[in-house]
């Protein structure tokens, strides 16, 4: 189970955080990343980090602005966000995956959580 949290309101070019807290401790394997869903629109990769060495992935609309980052002691995984433009509003979601096609198709059995809302203003 994953949770997610932070998210909000900003101003372009501003900064969001946001966590995700996994229930219990990822395999090496796995990887956990954000996805993101506008109005509309299909759910989309965003970063995402493998938990065994930490390696990080990201779309090239966030690569440079955004950066993913784990705990391993609390098993969370961060998502800063910076330089934030209105394109960047969607509802934002953590999922964890063996590849990095997580978003579309996750572990078997996980349970996609509400997300948190990311609203930027231009």
Not at 2 to 31: D, F
Request: charged residues 15%.
């Amino acid at each position: 189970h994953l949770a997610e949290s932070g998210g909000g309101m900003a101003q372009a070019g501003g900064s969001l955080r946001l966590s995700c807290a996994a229930s219990g401790r990822p395999y090496s394997s796995h990887v956990l990343g954000w996805c993101r869903q506008g109005p509309g629109n299909k759910r989309e990769y965003v970063a995402a980090i493998r938990w065994g060495g930490g390696r990080t992935y990201y779309a090239d609309s966030v690569q440079g602005r955004f950066t993913i980052s784990k705990d391993s002691t609390k098993n969370t995984v961060d998502l800063q966000m910076n330089s934030l433009k209105p394109e960047d509003t969607s509802v934002y979601y953590c999922a964890v995956g063996t590849d990095l096609w997580y978003c579309q198709q996750p572990l078997r059995g996980f349970v996609w959580g509400q997300g948190t809302q990311v609203s930027v203003s231009s």
